[in-house]
T-cell receptor, first 111, second 117 residues
Framework: SQKIEQNSEALNIQEGKTATLTCNYTNYSPAYLQWYRQDPGRGPVFLLLIRENEKEKRKERLKVTFDTTLKQSLFHITASQPADSATYLCVGGSTLGRLYFGRGTQLTVWP | DARVTQTPRHKVTEMGQEVTMRCQPI?????VFWYRQTMMQGLELLAY????????DSGMPKDRFSAEMPDATLATLKIQPSEPRDSAVYFCASGLASGLAGYNEQFFGPGTRLTVL
């Protein structure tokens, strides 16, 4: 079955370092990938979308890549801050609208 | 400040009771999604609508769950009868689909926390 996998359940890094989160997909080819941030008790908030024909997207301190050969997306937060601590969700989507969510990676940035 | 609203925010009910959750999508959005989130399963897509028509409800247990959009400003998710395993946070999200380019960002509501005793 189609699947989006975020290999790390948790990632702990020191403030100022770059956080790198991994998302792999299996058994299908998403037309695009999205990354969301979710804080406890709240709904996910959209961060970035990258389409299959794009290799990289940036937004401020965020960068996302899409490697269709490796079937993988990497999500980077540079110069990380404690306020970046949250759960980050990877979502694979098709042009038909079907969406597959990863379980998320809980990022903790410590001072 | 446009946002998705959901009611109720919390619901505690007894097994066998009917539960109705409501969602008001952002004005102008043409897609509405219902999700369920639990610690065990994470975020699961239950159903979604485009231009008020159901496109996919394969993630929804059809024997007890039903989702509708009576009009463009209201989406409902109903569980009848409810069971303890339905306890979860139910999110509604809306977005603007753009043809073959697929879907852009989704805007999530605050969720309804359902507890079935």
């Amino acid at each position: 079955s189609q699947k989006i996998e975020q290999n790390s359940e948790a990632l702990n890094i020191q403030e100022g370092k770059t956080a790198t989160l991994t998302c792999n997909y299996t058994n299908y080819s998403p037309a695009y990938l999205q990354w969301y941030r979710q804080d406890p008790g709240r709904g996910p908030v959209f961060l970035l979308l990258i389409r299959e024909n794009e290799k990289e997207k940036r937004k401020e301190r965020l960068k996302v890549t899409f490697d269709t050969t490796l079937k993988q997306s990497l999500f980077h937060i540079t110069a990380s801050q404690p306020a970046d601590s949250a759960t980050y969700l990877c979502v694979g989507g098709s042009t038909l609208g079907r969406l597959y969510f990863g379980r998320g990676t809980q990022l903790t940035v410590w001072p | 400040d446009a946002r998705v609203t959901q009611t109720p925010r919390h619901k505690v009910t007894e097994m066998g009771q009917e539960v109705t959750m409501r969602c008001q999508p952002i004005l102008g959005h043409n897609t509405v999604f219902w999700y369920r989130q639990t610690m065990m399963q994470g975020l699961e897509l239950l159903a979604y609508f485009r231009n008020r028509a159901p496109l996919d409800d394969s993630g929804m247990p059809k024997d007890r769950f039903s989702a509708e959009m009576p009009d463009a400003t209201l989406a409902t998710l109903k569980i009848q009868p409810s069971e303890p395993r339905d306890s979860a946070v139910y999110f509604c999200a809306s977005g603007l689909a753009s043809g073959l380019a697929g879907y852009n960002e989704q805007f999530f509501g605050p969720g309804t926390r359902l507890t079935v005793l």
